[in-house]
């Protein structure tokens, strides 16, 4: 069910089997999108590693890269796991079950439409609230006051790689819900300010390719990709 790759027990089953083990799991979980990116800021920040290490924590294989150092390192992950797409199904989950949500993170405008966007996929969901991400990660009890007053069964970050991550991690013994997930940039998504690759490209691993595309700036964080497999290969080769 998991691959250990640099240390890091990664799901390696189908994104419903995943689906199946999350909402059979009790007490606190934090879902990982575990791209290149995140997994190398664990790497780097000796908190952040133990942390995605530890029991509560569900690495899911979010990215290409992650995939090919799976395989040069000789081991298989079946698929990759979308974060946006678990986000979803979870979503529909507590939709169907009259469980709420809470939406931390982005900029008002865009948590603001990603509010009434979900309000308008899922008329039966229940969004406990939802507050910007522009707030300081040590000054934010009353953040943590007003979810903690609602009891959300999930809530979802997109506050950037590693500030959410660090958000969960700090925060996540003190908050009183059931899922915790970093999302990255799928408020901007949801909000309808980006769009997902053509379902072509996802089904080839090319997502990466069309979100450079789309935003340039990005091409800086394509680094990530390389300098992960590069590692999970040279450990292979150690032993």
Known sequence: MFVNILGYEIFNES???FLKLLFSKEGKINIISGNPEVLNNGLADKKLRVNFKSADSLIIPDGIGTILAARLSGKK?????????????????CSKNNYGIYLLGSTEEIVSLTYVNLLTKYPKLIIKGYRNGYFSLDSCQDIISDINSKKPYAIFIAMGCPRQEKFIMKYMDNIDSHIFMGVGGSFDVIAGKTKRAPEWMIKSGLEWLYRVYREPFRIKRLFQIPKFIFKAVLKKNKF
Do not use: F, H, L, N
């Open 15 to 17: 994104e419903k089997d």
């Open 77 to 93: 992950i079946r698929e990759k796991i979308a974060g946006i797409s678990v986000m979803d199904r979870i979503i529909e989950y």
